[in-house]
């Protein structure tokens, strides 16, 4: 397992590629989730300023 | 028929509940394939006999660099026809590819360095193909940067669509650099016309990263195109009925 991990005298440079990769891609994931809530948010935001608007009416 | 059955889904209100179905589906081909073309990368694929483990960075390094040019072509592709045809699910569609093809630029650009380091004894060169992939970075954020400064999201996809098409001239080059000019970055490991430069099982790695690319690319673009729709929709009255 070290032997693999060492990749052969190479791992700093693998790792840091595939390591970039991997964090680039989390942090796309957790961005798509957030921005998901904001937009349920925002839908439901309009939705509460529709009810008050009929309530008033 | 087919073509009414088609354009139906060109309706944000109806494409919205087709891509939720389709995520999960291109979600688990993406983090199948790239299981398995890591194994294949790096258990099955034999070291590479002048370069020793370094050359395992190719898994990434080309489906991501090759990912950020069709991501690109397709965002142009899209803007295209949201220009001809008006069509909003067109620009929606295109606006949400563009932050994963700067993922994929940036990941490209930054493996690309650290294979150089080793191979080339430099992280960076002023190479024709490594300075117009940074110029697609710039392309990318450009077309973020953009978006998010015109108020008015029609406008926007107008400025968007004619800055994704004008920067589209740049993809050929970034292909066609190493033909083109002699430096320092290799020429196509991969082409149609000619036998393949490398192992069979290296290659193999490379086209099913490549797949496993692609796959994610849909599954995210679906996803965050839904969040776009609702953005875009939230006063509609069927995003109301949605949280509801």
């Not at chain 1, 921005?35 to 009416?57: C, I, N, P, S």
């Not at chain 2, 889904?9 to 081909?29: C, K, Q």
């Not at chain 2, 290799?186 to 496993?212: F, I």
Request: net charge neutral; charged share 15%.
């Amino acid at each position: 397992m070290i032997e693999w991990l060492s990749m052969g005298g190479y791992a700093y440079y693998v790792w840091m590629s595939y390591g970039m990769l991997a964090i680039a891609i989390v942090l796309e994931l957790f961005s798509l989730a957030a921005r998901r809530r904001h937009a349920l948010d925002q839908v439901a935001q309009y939705d509460e300023e529709a009810g008050f608007e009929e309530k008033a009416g | 028929m087919a073509a009414s059955g088609f354009f139906r889904y060109s309706s944000p209100a109806s494409f919205y509940p087709l891509a939720g179905r389709l995520v999960p589906v291109f979600g688990w081909i993406a983090a199948i394939l790239t299981v398995a073309g890591l194994y294949i990368g790096f258990v099955v694929a034999p070291t590479d006999f002048q370069q020793g483990e370094s050359y395992r960075i190719i898994f990434m390094h080309v489906p991501a660099a090759w990912m950020a040019m069709f991501v690109y072509l397709v965002i142009a592709g899209w803007s295209a026809a949201s220009l001809v045809w008006n069509t909003r699910l067109s620009a929606m569609m295109a606006q949400a590819l563009v932050p994963t093809g700067a993922m994929f630029a940036f990941v490209s650009l930054w493996s690309g360095a650290f294979w150089g380091r080793p191979t080339w004894g430099t992280y960076w060169v002023w190479d024709a193909r490594l300075t117009s992939t940074l110029i697609l970075l710039f392309l990318y954020l450009g077309l973020m940067a953009l978006r998010s400064a015109i108020e008015d999201q029609r406008r926007a996809d107008r400025a968007c669509a004619v800055l994704a098409l004008v920067g589209s001239v740049n993809v050929p080059i970034i292909y066609f650099s190493v033909q083109w000019w002699n430096t320092l970055h290799q020429g196509a490991s991969v082409s149609l016309t000619a036998a393949p430069k490398m192992a069979e099982t290296m290659l193999a790695g490379m086209l099913v990263m490549s797949l496993a690319a692609w796959a994610y690319t849909i599954a995210v673009a679906l996803h965050r195109v839904r969040s776009i729709i609702l953005e875009r929709e939230a006063h509609a009255r069927w995003t109301q009925e949605l949280v509801r």
